[in-house]
């Protein structure tokens, strides 16, 4: 599976708008990206994926650059329960779920 | 949320010791999954089953034996417990074939084990 990389930790203020960015430049073409996350003590929580289309769903969105080298999780507006740390992963469906690599992610910290 | 149950939640042991966790689920998945999560590791797989009786090895697999006689349970052994590890452990869940696999993995709440 290609490799993600994702910036340790980042904050971002109550009610705005969190942008979570994630590389993945050796991406192959049948990997879809993922993102989970998991607050604190809790186990993680699946968020969406994609392919190379931008999806959207009642949690988040999720902006797939053209090339998919990169992607960026998307938070509306955020709450202070979205403080967790959150995973970027990619991995190709037809491996199975065994395949996916949960690396340490990025702490997100809502604040207030 | 989906429902799985890991058994115990919490428990201290000694070296040495056998400890056995177990997952239940009441979601009729094929796919169930062991994890361990570690600071600075993030979750690594243990040990995977994609049915009954039929079970494989995920990136840390060493000391660790598991069991899957039923559907609904996956149960987790340490024959011999050290203090490497002292872990959180996760249980996930899984649906795929026949349906296609969506890649969505559904956790329980976690074991915490404690090897003195």
């Known amino acids: 599976d290609a490799k993600t990389t994702q910036p340790t930790s980042m904050d971002c203020a109550e009610g705005r708008a969190a942008n979570l960015p994630c590389n993945h430049s050796?991406?192959?073409?049948?990997?879809?990206v993922y993102w989970y996350r998991q607050i604190h003590s809790q186990g993680p929580q699946y968020i969406i994926h994609?392919?190379?289309n931008n999806e959207t769903n009642e949690m988040a969105s999720l902006i797939i650059t053209e090339d998919r080298k990169s992607s960026t999780l998307i938070l509306p507006h955020a709450t202070l329960r979205d403080t967790a740390v959150y995973y970027c992963?990619?991995?190709?469906?037809?491996?199975?779920?065994?395949?996916?690599?949960f690396g340490t992610g990025t702490r997100l910290t809502i604040i207030p | 949320d989906a429902g799985i149950t890991q058994s115990p939640r919490h428990k201290v042991t000694e070296t040495g010791t056998p400890v056995t966790l177990r997952c239940h689920q009441t979601?009729?998945?094929?796919?169930m999954y062991w994890y361990r999560q570690d600071p600075g590791h993030g979750l690594r797989l243990i040990h995977y089953?994609?049915?009954?009786?039929?079970?494989d090895k995920g990136e840390v697999s060493d000391g660790y034996s598991v069991s899957r006689s039923k559907t609904e349970d996956f149960l987790l052994t340490l024959e011999s417990a050290t203090s490497s590890q002292t872990s959180v452990y996760f249980c996930?869940?899984?649906?795929?074939?026949?349906?296609?696999?969506?890649?969505?993995?559904?956790f329980g709440e976690g074991s915490r084990l404690t090897v003195l």
């Open positions: 992963i990619v991995s190709d469906l037809n491996f199975g779920n065994e395949k996916l690599t």
């Open positions: 050796t991406i192959s073409g049948n990997e879809y």
């Open positions: 996930a869940i899984s649906e795929s074939y026949p349906r296609p696999n969506t890649g969505e993995l559904f």
């Open positions: 089953s994609y049915g009954v009786k039929d079970t």
């Open positions: 994609g392919l190379k």
């Open positions: 979601e009729n998945h094929r796919y």
